[in-house]
């Protein structure tokens, strides 16, 4: 068991962040954004940015080539999904999407939206970092956790209709 601090501050002991999160152990902040067959969609409000999904597989594994047939369909048709409703509903120009297999959490993927602001961190994926530490310490403020809440709740909609 690890111990874990949700962005909430509370604490929770899990095997695994993801699996914990996809099986409803642990709810995350906003909420589940949208649930396919084999993955799931939330926010991580400890990075508040407008638009930010992460992907989890419901199963537990760490890479992409252990994903079944079905679920690397499943997987690519909610990715696009996903990356639809941020266009529509919060008029999201770019996104950025990256994963790592390196990590104590299983197969989930990044959806970073590229913002304006954000180009004062680096032009191009070289910034990602930056904006997302940025976005912990600094955006963590009632009035910008208002609006992440707000495009949660906007794709939630979007993506279950
Ligand atoms: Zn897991």
Same mark, same amino acid.
Request: charged share 30%.
């Given at each position: ?6 962005? @909430?501050?509370?604490? !929770? /002991?899990? $095997? ?10 642990? =709810? ?6 949208? =649930?396919? &067959? ?5 926010? %991580?409000?400890? +990075? ?16 992409? &080539? $252990?994903?079944? /047939?079905? =679920?690397?369909? %499943? ?13 529509? !509903?919060?008029?999201? #120009?770019?996104? +950025? +999407?990256? +994963? @790592? #297999? ?13 913002? /304006?602001?954000?180009? %004062? ?6 910034? !990602? ?8 310490? =600094?955006? @963590? %403020? &009632? /009035? @910008? ?11 939630? !909609?979007?993506?279950?209709?």
């Amino acid at each position: 068991m690890r111990r874990i601090q949700l962005a @909430n501050g509370t604490t !929770v /002991e899990v $095997e695994c962040l993801s699996c914990a999160l996809v099986n409803g152990v642990v =709810e995350p902040d906003g909420g589940v954004i949208y =649930e396919s &067959d084999y993955f799931h969609a939330h926010q %991580d409000v400890a +990075y508040p940015i407008r638009g930010l999904v992460i992907l989890a597989s419901k199963r537990h594994v760490k890479s992409l &080539d $252990e994903l079944t /047939e079905e =679920e690397k369909i %499943d997987y690519i048709q909610v990715l696009s999904k996903i990356r639809e409703s941020q266009r529509k !509903v919060l008029g999201i #120009e770019y996104v +950025y +999407y990256f +994963y @790592n #297999e390196d990590t104590t959490h299983h197969f989930h993927t990044w959806m970073v939206p590229r913002y /304006e602001w954000m180009y %004062d961190f680096g032009r191009s994926v070289e910034s !990602v970092r930056p904006v997302l530490l940025h976005a912990r310490n =600094e955006m @963590n %403020d &009632d /009035e @910008n956790m208002e609006e992440v809440k707000k495009s949660i709740a906007a794709l939630t !909609v979007e993506l279950n209709r």
